[in-house]
């Protein structure tokens, strides 16, 4: 009786693991310019993101993985997407930190970056680089010089020493 008892209780213990997995789950993301994200994954894929600390009007972001980079961009109100010069690449220590690509279970973490391992560094990477660490918005004349350093990266792009390395 006792026995089968352990096993009722062990099938029930793996049911419930199994389905939590399933379950939607949280992540907290980190960008070049030290904001933190709040993302919730459904299956393997980010469903909703939002800036920890800003107001609920004005915290629409998506994560944007057209290039190296795995980046996170404010959604842009029309069907035209927001500029590199808007987003920034996500930051991390391990894989566990990075958000997953549909499908799979973690992301990719690389030289403290996140990154799509399936894409090729791209202008789009290097502008995100050379704008890391010089604020979240695009307005200084400093940053119209990174993006200058970014934009001219070559064919193969080849990050500015300046800026922060993939």
């Known amino acids: 009786m006792a026995l089968s008892s ?11 693991s199994t389905a939590s997995c399933r379950g939607p789950k949280n992540l ?21 993101l939002t800036l920890s600390t800003a ?3 004005a915290n629409r972001f998506e994560i944007r993985r057209t290039s ?25 220590e391990t894989d566990i930190q ?9 992301g990719t973490c690389v030289n403290g970056l996140c990154i799509e391992p399936s894409q ?13 660490g010089t604020g979240a918005d695009y307005s200084s004349p ?10 001219n990266c070559g064919q193969p792009c080849k990050v500015p020493t300046t ?4």
């Open 6 to 16: 352990i096993r009722a209780q062990l099938i029930l213990a793996i049911l419930a």
């Open 142 to 151: 400093l940053q119209v010089e990174r993006f200058a350093l970014g934009l």
């Open 68 to 92: 190296h980079l795995v980046a996170v961009c404010p959604t842009s109100k029309t069907s035209t997407p927001v500029a590199p010069t808007h987003c920034r690449a996500l930051t991390c």
């Open 163 to 166: 800026c922060r390395q993939p």
């Open 28 to 48: 907290t993301l980190h960008d070049t310019e030290g904001r933190e994200f709040s993302a919730r994954l459904q299956d393997s894929s980010v469903t909703s």
């Open 98 to 106: 990075c958000p997953p690509a549909h499908g799979l279970k973690r």
């Open 120 to 132: 090729i560094l791209l202008a789009d990477d290097a502008i995100m680089l050379c704008l890391s």
């Open 55 to 57: 107001a609920r009007e």
